[in-house]
């Protein structure tokens, strides 16, 4: 049996994991966005673009540079314009005040900067698992019931970790 110093050393901590998607964010990405292209396109895009077959790095066979996500965009998805430090200054007066925290108080605040959505991480085995999960996320967001969602490309040097990442907002 494992120890757990010994079943954790492959896997990389909270650092390492938000500097390789902040890295990420930087590299250029694959989007189908729903408010500019005919959904009739989704499904053969879906498939050119499967998480399991797209490099991270790019493929210099074939002339391809790196991917830092493949993302779909839905029909009425709008980037979040409020800030969230208002949200976050409010939070610490509200605090400082030493009132009682509770569910309306929480929901109010939600309410009052339109932060009303949550965001949902799946880690995934590359393969059938990760692109039938996208397929699936994907079509959700370009039907309208979700707003986006993103995936992680493959990472063929990371094959004995091969977990890819999947991140939608509801």
Not at 65 to 76: C, D, E, F, Q, R
Request: charged fraction near 25%; include cysteine; charge should be negative.
């Amino acid at each position: 049996m494992l120890s757990c110093e010994e079943s954790n050393r492959g896997s990389k901590g909270a650092e390492d994991l938000a500097a390789e998607s902040m890295a990420a964010d930087m590299d250029p990405w694959i989007i189908f966005d729903a408010r500019k292209t005919p959904k009739a396109e989704f499904y053969e895009w879906l498939e050119t673009y499967r998480p399991s077959r797209v490099p991270r790095f790019g493929d210099p066979e074939e002339g391809s540079g790196p991917v830092g996500w493949i993302a779909v965009y839905g029909p009425g998805y709008s980037p979040q314009v409020k800030s969230a430090k208002d949200l976050q200054d409010a939070w610490e007066k509200l605090q400082a005040t030493g009132h009682k925290v509770n569910y309306e108080v929480v929901r109010e605040l939600a309410l009052n900067y339109d932060v009303t959505s949550g965001k949902w991480l799946m880690h995934l085995d590359t393969g059938f698992k990760v692109d039938h999960a996208w397929r699936g996320v994907a079509t959700a967001v370009v039907e309208g019931r979700l707003n986006i969602a993103k995936v992680s490309p493959h990472h063929p040097e990371k094959e004995s970790s091969s977990s890819q990442h999947l991140c939608t907002r509801s």
